[in-house]
């Protein structure tokens, strides 16, 4: 259904600094927590006294401790101690490798002797002054590939987003789909054409005229286990498209990390790096906003779609030329899987 062998977004470092937070990744129940100011910990969210979710405890001094009778779980996943009572025999419980880096919570959730942090794919726009960030998550209850297939085919902004992002030239331009090693590419490059609402408030918010035609390109690249990030951008026409210089152009990238919860639902961290005017706070503010009301116009639409595959899952479903980003995406993931079950060693992701 999902590799395990390999990083996944758990969470964002916000989540984690107050209490504890149990969250569930690839069916596996478990509890974050933050041991000290730079280390983060995750045990399985299961106390071996009685059965309670450690989540539900609290930290002290770099030990979780559950909020039913007071045991201590150690980082390691081996008790620590209880008030009153003889402990150390128990028998661990499982732990995760965890990682912190530009700005997410990266759990492991397969096999810990695989675990490698240098496999976490890099983010060039982090904590970079040519870049400004901002996301956020939202939880959806469909197959995570579902995802996959919608943002590896973007003929459906104009249908779903039809008043921010979305125009009739999306359907118009044929898009081409290429596989190099595991990373699958869609493009789209539209030319000549008038930008959409949200595209006309950034170039303005780019001191950049709105009300001309411009060249816009869509390129969408998939990266296992289910990590995709889009080039997304405007320039005006005339000056190169996607290559033309910054002070013709608007370009950012579309964040997109999948991360399955159970088949059939999944945590969706979302957002945008953009690089133009990123010191302006209101205007990532603005962006933000604009773009979380877009995710969620997706939201209805997936679910939906879940529900009915549910209901009929002996139904077929067509495959069209439209399809190709999300088809290879699955095969993929598919190859992956199955290398992973014959022991293969994961690979390096790429952003």
Known sequence: MFPKNTWYVA????????KPLGRTICNERIAFYRVAANEVAAVEDFCP??????????????????????????CNGKTVAMPGQRVGGFPAIKSYPVQERYGFIWVWPGDA???????????????????????????????????????M??????????????????????????????????????ENIMAPPFWKMALRANHLADDVPVDRWQICRFTPPSHVMIEVGVAHAGHGGYNAPKEHKVYSVVVDFITPETDT???????MARQFNPQDKALTAQIREGQGKIFAE???????????????????LLKLNIDAGGVQSRRVI??????????????????
């Open 49 to 74: 006294h009685r059965g309670a979710p450690l989540s539900l405890g609290y930290v002290s001094e770099g030990k979780l401790v559950c909020g039913y009778h007071g045991l201590e779980m150690g």
């Open 334 to 351: 598919d190859r992956v899987i199955a290398a992973e079950r014959e022991g293969a060693a994961p690979a390096a992701q790429t952003p």
């Open 153 to 190: 085919d973007l003929t459906h902004e104009t249908y779903v987003h039809s008043t921010s992002i979305g125009q009739k030239e999306i359907d118009e331009t044929p898009c081409k789909t290429v596989v190099e090693g595991d990373t699958v590419i869609t493009s789209r490059y539209m």
């Open 11 to 18: 969470c964002t470092p916000d989540e984690i600094d107050v």
């Open 298 to 316: 997706d939201l209805e639409m997936l679910e939906r779609q879940q529900a009915n595959l549910l209901t009929w899952p002996q139904r077929g």
């Open 113 to 151: 002797a695989l675990a490698d942090p240098a496999l976490i794919p890099h983010m060039a726009w982090y904590d970079n002054p040519e870049w400004a960030y901002g996301g956020g998550l939202y939880h959806v209850k469909a197959d995570y590939r579902l995802m996959v297939d919608n943002l």
């Open 265 to 271: 639902s999944m945590h969706y961290f979302w957002g």
